[in-house]
Nanobody, 123 residues
């Protein structure tokens, strides 16, 4: 069974930094795009950053220059380095990945979400 497990959230003051990690486990054959999304209370879930297996990234203007996404393909892990945090970055952050996994002799591809990790930035 494939799982995404996030870590690294917490409480930080404005201007501070946090690093989120998300590790995929299970009978994984390959992982295409991995990404981070966030959802603040009363708002829709939004993309924070994504990265392909080849290292191509997508980073919205709202976090560009402050957040950096990276991944370790050997460890099936994606990271999000968040610097210069602002109170408006407060949200639950979710890991997402497109994963190809094996079940017996067959392979399947599905999209997975982590359980979410809370990031709170105080002013």
């Amino acid at each position: 069974q494939v799982q995404l497990v996030e870590s690294g959230g917490g409480l930080v003051q404005a201007g501070g930094s946090l690093r989120l990690s998300c590790a995929a486990s299970g009978s994984i054959s390959s992982i295409r795009t991995m990404g981070w999304y966030r959802q603040a209370p009363g708002k829709q879930r939004e993309l924070v950053a994504s990265i392909t297996s080849g290292g191509r990234t997508v980073v919205p203007d709202s976090v560009k220059g402050r957040f950096t996404i990276s991944r370790d393909n050997a460890k099936n892990t994606v990271y999000l380095q968040m610097n210069s945090l602002k109170p408006e970055d407060t949200a639950v952050y979710y890991c997402n990945a497109d994963i190809t996994y094996s079940r017996g002799a067959l392979y399947y591809t599905a999209n997975y979400w982590g359980q979410g990790t809370q990031v709170t930035v105080s002013s």
